[in-house]
C-alpha cells in the first residue's frame, strides 16, 4: 500500500466514473448559479445539459476560491492518519486557488513536521489535466514514490495540450478574456478565437476564423499537427452541451489521424462551463511540447 494520498481537483472535469473506479481523492470546486452554491461533483448528479440550457436562458454563473480552511479540513484528516499528500492541482495561472493550498499545506506541515505534502501545477484545466492525472495515476499504482510522480507530472505536463472554440463571445467577454468591442465586432462577423493552453498555463487566443465549421476544422488540425504518438494520446473531446459538434470534430480528428485509440467525450463542467459557455468544444490530448 502506497505511504501517500494521490489527489486532484474537480477542474480537471474527470468523469465521476473514474473516481469512482480509481478510488481518487478528489477536492470538489464551488460554482454558484442562481443565487445558489453547488460543488462540482463530476457529473455525478446529471444536470450538465440543464445546467447549460440555464446560462442560454440567461443565468449567469460564477466561481469562487476555495477557501485555505477548506484544503485544511481535506488535508489534516490525511496527515493525522500517517499519510502524505500528492496533489496534483489545475492551474495556478487560472486561479488564485492553489496558493490557498499551497497556505493550507504550510501551516499542516508546521503542526505535522514528519508529513510531507506535495503540490504540483498542472499548469492545465480540464482534460488536459486529467490526461496527466490518468498517466501519473498508473505510476501510483505501480507503487513508484511521490516524488517519482510528482516529476514525472513536471516532466512532461507541457505534453498535455487543448485547443477549443467557442460558440458564443459573450462568456469570455463577462469573464474579461476579452473585450466587448471585440466581443460584438467577433460577433457580427461570426468570427470563431482558436483557443490553447499556454506554456504559462493561461488560455490565449492563437487564431480567429469565420464559422463554426471552419472552426472546428482547424482544431482538428491543431490536434494532428502536435500529436506525435497516437498510441500514447489519450484523446478526449469536450463540449458544453453541443454533442453534435463534438461527434463532428471526432470525426475530422480520425480523418486526420486514424491510427488513434478511442477518442473519449466528456462533458465540459460546471466551473469551467462558467467562464466559456455553452456550445463549447475542445480536442485535448498528449502530445508533443505546446507551441506556444
Not at 484544503?71 to 490557498?100: C, H, R, V, W
Not at 485547443?163 to 468570427?191: H, N
Not at 480567429?208 to 502536435?226: H, M, P, T, Y
Amino acid at each position: 500500500m502506497n505511504p501517500y494520498v494521490f489527489m486532484t481537483d474537480s477542474d480537471s472535469d474527470l468523469p465521476f466514473s473514474y473516481v469512482d473506479e480509481l478510488d481518487l481523492s478528489m477536492v470538489y470546486m464551488p460554482y454558484i448559479i442562481n443565487g445558489k452554491e453547488f460543488m462540482d461533483d463530476l457529473g455525478r448528479s446529471g444536470g450538465q445539459k440543464e445546467y447549460f440550457d440555464n446560462m442560454r436562458a440567461g443565468a449567469a454563473p460564477s466561481t469562487s476560491l476555495l477557501p485555505m480552511g477548506a484544503y485544511l479540513d481535506i488535508f489534516e484528516p490525511i496527515l493525522a492518519e500517517g499519510k502524505d499528500i500528492l496533489f496534483i492541482a489545475f492551474s495556478s495561472q487560472l486561479s488564485g486557488t492553489m496558493n490557498n493550498a499551497r497556505n493550507a499545506a504550510e501551516e499542516l506541515l508546521e503542526k505535522y513536521p514528519e508529513r510531507k505534502i506535495l503540490i504540483v501545477d498542472t499548469l492545465s484545466i480540464a482534460a488536459p489535466q486529467s490526461i496527466l492525472v490518468l498517466k501519473a495515476y498508473e505510476l501510483y499504482r505501480q507503487g513508484k514514490s511521490m516524488e517519482e510522480v510528482a516529476q514525472w507530472v513536471e516532466d512532461n505536463k507541457m505534453r498535455a495540450q487543448a485547443w477549443f472554440t467557442v460558440d458564443d463571445l459573450k462568456y469570455l467577454r463577462r469573464g474579461g478574456r476579452i473585450s466587448a468591442v471585440a466581443a460584438v465586432a467577433g460577433t457580427l462577423l461570426d468570427l470563431k478565437p482558436i483557443i490553447t493552453e499556454n506554456r504559462e498555463g493561461k488560455l490565449v487566443s492563437t487564431d480567429k476564423v469565420r464559422g463554426r465549421k471552419s472552426a472546428l476544422r482547424l482544431i482538428a488540425d491543431k490536434a494532428a499537427e502536435n500529436i506525435d504518438d497516437p498510441a500514447n494520446a489519450m484523446p478526449v473531446i469536450m463540449h458544453a452541451d453541443a454533442p453534435e459538434d463534438a461527434q463532428r470534430l471526432e470525426k475530422l480528428l480520425r480523418e486526420r489521424v486514424p491510427e488513434l485509440p478511442e477518442i473519449q467525450i466528456w462533458y465540459v463542467g460546471p466551473v469551467i462551463g462558467a467562464h466559456c459557455g455553452p456550445g463549447t468544444v475542445a480536442v485535448c490530448y498528449f502530445g508533443k511540447e505546446r507551441p506556444h
